[in-house]
């Protein structure tokens, strides 16, 4: 079966802190989103990654980095931690699909951030 | 996003009435895509079209894609409590490898 997984479910973390979220999917798929899920806004796309090493901005990247050093993991990292990044943090991977678009997402579980 | 407007933003319906939840593009959509969201956990595909016109079904759930390609309704025929979560359209407006994602419709299931 098809499976994205988040390392952490939870995570309370102060003003200020580094923080790692973690994704890692076992379907050899090319394609790796992070969004971020916010009542009445839906889903922001914070950066995706087509390829090991290669990532790009989505519509909200602003305080926020990634890393893909391998095709199954990719990491969404928060240099210094604020308040208004108190949010669920989505991973969700894709097959690069030949006919174009992004193809079907396989979303993980979530994270749900606090940051105090 | 704002290039993607979900509406209603939420619905409270008796078990066993149908339901219709739209999702309109400010651009032409390459192709869109339905999820559904139970509280708290991740997003379960439902299905994708993209051509204008098609039309899909999978049990109780039917979603069209308009022949100008740009709104898509979700129907669900008489409603279960199992229907209950929030409900997301995606879209490809660039012809791209990314998403952009409505607000969502919360639905309510009343026994």
């Known amino acids: 079966d098809v499976k994205v997984t988040q390392s952490s479910r939870y995570l309370v973390k102060r003003t200020g802190e580094k923080v790692f979220l973690e994704c890692v999917q076992d379907m050899d798929h090319e394609n790796m989103f992070w969004y971020r899920q916010d009542p009445g806004l839906g889903l922001r796309l914070i950066y995706f990654?087509?390829?090991?090493?290669?990532?790009e901005k989505g519509d909200i990247p602003e305080g926020y980095s990634v890393s893909r050093e391998k095709k199954e993991r990719f990491s969404l990292i928060l240099e210094s931690a604020s308040t208004n990044q108190t949010s669920m943090y989505l991973c969700a991977s894709s097959l690069w699909a030949l006919a174009g678009g992004p193809g079907e997402l396989f979303f993980g579980e979530g994270s749900r951030l606090t940051v105090l | 996003s704002q290039e993607l407007e979900q509406s209603p933003q939420s619905l409270i319906v008796q078990e066993g009435k149908n339901l219709t939840i739209n999702c309109t593009s400010s651009k032409t959509l390459y192709g869109l895509y339905w999820y559904k969201q139970k509280y708290g956990e991740g997003l379960i595909f439902l299905m994708m079209l993209q051509k204008g016109g098609e039309e899909k079904s999978h049990e109780k759930i039917t979603a069209k894609l308009d022949e100008k390609k740009q709104q898509s309704s979700l129907h669900i025929t008489a409603s279960q409590p199992s229907h209950a979560g929030i409900y997301l359209c995606?879209?490809?407006?660039?012809?791209?490898?990314?998403?952009?994602f409505g607000a969502g419709t919360i639905l309510r299931v009343k026994s």
């Open positions: 990654s087509y390829d090991v090493k290669m990532k």
């Open positions: 995606g879209a490809d407006m660039e012809y791209g490898n990314k998403l952009v």
